[in-house]
């Protein structure tokens, strides 16, 4: 039994025998799997080219009843705890200390001998069944070493996990020890923040720290800029000594009424002294040229800053 244990109800139909086969014994309703697109695409990020159109939290549950005594961990245990980003298209990872290692595909999950200590694991009681969780620390470290490595997505999956699990940089710090290397850990986590709302805000940040590095200025997170006492908006990354406000926006302000509120904004913040700059999923490349364009613009031939003139 872990430390902490939870109720909770199954928000997808599992059942013996149905539409869509996801596991050697459970079925899902063909309206309850993703976009065969969406699975397709991250497929070619997956080692093996599986695509996964089953939800990672209901494939991981429906493994987890098939393998009693499994502790479920990595991408399928972070779906479970709530992360709302990057955890599908992976294999299910079940920890079975007296299981043979195996590898995942389509209908069986990937196992591992080692992963999960006594004092990490979580019980999920999901429709008065118990589920053993790896904490969202450890959850975390087992995703780390089933992707990449590489800053860019190791970054982003800690940003989403300290930001919507509220995982403490200590606690993933500790989880690690023995089972990712501690510079390559220490690294990131430095890197990493629990402000990003999304993993292309995380990429956004990363870019403008880099850009942001070279000219010596300062770069503040969900920097808020006020109007005679009102809140016009909050950016969410600020170059301070320019008063450079940098947006990402996502799909939601695509909307008519959106675009209405977000040129009020803009309009407002140049008022106040700052330029805003907002980039979408399509304009993020060109960020790092266009900001560094920008900045040069703001000094004198000379080389000396204009900030403030």
């Not at 070619?44 to 502790?71: F, I, K, M, T």
């Not at 200390?97 to 001998?113: F, L």
């Not at 710090?173 to 290397?181: P, Y």
Request: net charge positive.
């Amino acid at each position: 039994m872990g430390m902490h244990s939870f109720h909770v109800d199954c928000p997808w139909s599992l059942s013996r025998d149905g539409e869509v086969r996801i596991s050697r014994r459970h079925y899902l309703p063909e309206a309850e799997l993703l976009p065969a697109d969406e699975a397709n695409l991250r497929a070619r990020a997956h080692p093996r080219g599986v695509a996964y159109r089953a939800p990672a939290g209901a494939r991981a549950l429906a493994h987890a009843v098939e393998n009693p005594g499994c502790v479920i961990s990595g991408f399928g245990a972070l779906a479970l705890h709530g992360l709302p980003y990057l955890v599908e298209g992976h294999d299910t990872l079940l920890v079975a200390p007296r299981a043979t290692n195996q590898v995942g595909d389509e209908h069986r999950p990937a196992v591992r001998r080692r992963g999960c200590r006594p004092s990490e694991v979580w019980t999920f009681h999901i429709n008065g069944y118990p589920f053993r969780v790896a904490c969202p620390a450890a959850a975390t470290i087992q995703a780390l070493k089933e992707i990449p490595r590489e800053e860019l997505p190791a970054v982003q999956l800690l940003d989403c996990v300290r930001r919507f699990l509220g995982a403490q940089p200590s606690e993933i710090f500790d989880a690690g020890r023995h089972r990712l290397s501690k510079e390559w850990l220490q690294h990131i986590l430095r890197l990493s923040s629990p402000h990003p709302d999304s993993p292309k805000e995380t990429e956004m940040r990363l870019l403008v720290e880099e850009v942001a590095n070279r000219f010596g200025l300062t770069v503040r997170e969900q920097h808020p800029v006020h109007q005679s006492g009102r809140l016009i908006t909050v950016f969410d990354l600020a170059l301070i000594e320019p008063r450079v406000g940098i947006m990402y926006d996502g799909r939601h302000h695509w909307d008519y009424q959106q675009r209405q509120k977000d040129a009020l904004i803009n309009l407002d913040v140049t008022a106040e002294g700052w330029t805003p700059l907002r980039f979408s999923s399509g304009t993020l490349p060109e960020l790092p040229a266009r900001l560094e364009r920008l900045l040069s613009d703001k000094y004198r031939a000379g080389g000396k800053p204009t900030w403030g003139k």
